[in-house]
């Protein structure tokens, strides 16, 4: 019975974790946004020591800012950090888009046509969480599609830190945020590798400009405070 109780519990925190991660990375909170752990709690419908555990884990994570017990908040992105991630992810995603153009199946390609009719509807529809949610889908379809779990592994933890900064620009970043997925899917009914890997990258580098210029914007206000 100890064993049953132990398991149980660990998957109740594994639970509670990886519905946090998936708030992070499809923008349900906000650069600076301070989290409550019983306003969680209850939202999850769950006691406070799952959310402090996850959070802990966050904390390692380096998605969540853990000052104190009453001071916990989503980090604000720096320029060089965002720089930092953006050229990982220019790297990795470039290579599961080049992976997956190589194996994509019609099945495959026409979730991601979804995808991104989906997130059409979303932006204008002023969503922000739906949009984000459905393009963190999409950049997660690439690593799936090219089979690749280890590299879906590494991606998570970036999108963990960068998911509330694109949140953030996503609406006023409007068309951007989503014009570049279309050649990436082209690419893939093509099975062209490079122009696949070429297509991300525009997506990450392009697609992006609104994110870094609110980060530029939210630094020169911070400057301008101190």
Not at 83 to 101: C, D, F, P, Q
Not at 140 to 152: E, K, R, Y
Request: glycine content about 6%.
């Amino acid at each position: 019975m100890p064993e049953f109780t132990t398991l149980e519990h660990e998957n109740l925190n594994s639970a509670v974790y990886g519905a946090l991660c998936d708030a992070l990375m499809q923008g349900r909170f906000q650069p600076g946004d301070r989290l409550k752990i019983r306003d969680l709690a209850e939202q999850f419908g769950t006691s406070v020591t799952p959310i402090r555990d996850a959070i802990l884990r966050l904390v390692n994570d380096e998605a969540i800012v853990f000052r104190s017990p009453r001071d916990i908040r989503i980090p604000l992105m720096s320029e060089s950090r965002y720089r930092e991630i953006r050229s990982i992810r220019v790297k990795l995603e470039g290579l599961a888009a080049e992976t997956a153009a190589q194996v994509a199946t019609s099945a495959e390609i026409e979730i991601l046509e979804r995808i991104v009719r989906e997130n059409e509807q979303a932006i204008a529809a002023g969503d922000r969480m739906k949009g984000t949610e459905l393009n963190q889908a999409f950049h997660f379809m690439l690593p799936q599609i090219a089979g690749m779990p280890v590299l879906n592994g590494i991606l998570r933890r970036l999108w963990l830190q960068m998911g509330p900064s694109i949140s953030d620009a996503y609406l006023p970043g409007g068309r951007a945020m989503i014009d570049y997925h279309y050649p990436v899917i082209e690419a893939l009914k093509r099975h062209d590798s490079a122009a696949a890997s070429m297509a991300i990258v525009d997506d990450i580098l392009l697609g992006g400009k609104p994110v870094l210029e609110r980060i530029l914007r939210g630094e020169k206000r911070e400057v301008r405070r101190a």
